[in-house]
Nanobody
Framework: QVQLVESGGGLVQAGGSLRLSCAAS?????????MGWFRQAPGKEREFVAA????????GYADSVKGRFTISRDNAKNTVYLQMNSLKPEDTAVYYC????????????????????WGQGTQVTISS
């Protein structure tokens, strides 16, 4: 019921920046539910990166990215963004956006198991 398409990944040098986008479509109203970003590096488990509530009024970040990454959303464009600055080699991973359509007009969660829909992922590679 929700389709998510990420874009914006690529290869950058350490210290550089990237902005990921995730466009949502489908029968659910984008402005009503929370969104999250997760990442998974080779051989590692999927981990929480950032999340945002339905209207952008509340956000949360993993400690590893706090102060460097910013999540935002544009409900008029059905899109969530992840601005990534001061990138480090350890940020290398496939980044996924996810929709928590059961968390309506509420907060957000770090738990990947509570997200209902996922994008296909976009590769981010940071060279040292």
């Amino acid at each position: 019921q929700v389709q998510l398409v990420e874009s914006g990944g690529g290869l950058v040098q350490a210290g550089g920046s990237l902005r990921l986008s995730c466009a949502a479509s489908g029968r659910r109203t984008f402005s009503t539910y929370a969104m999250g970003w997760f990442r998974q590096a080779p051989g590692k488990e999927r981990e929480f990166v950032a999340a945002i509530n339905y209207n952008g009024g509340s956000t949360g970040y993993a400690d590893s990215v706090k102060g460097r990454f910013t999540i935002s959303r544009d409900n008029a464009k059905n899109t969530v963004y992840l601005q990534m600055n001061s990138l480090k080699p350890e940020d290398t991973a496939v980044y996924y956006c996810a929709a928590d359509v059961r968390r309506l007009y509420s907060g957000w969660t770090e738990s990947w198991a509570e997200y209902d829909y996922w994008g296909q992922g976009t590769q981010v590679t940071i060279s040292s």
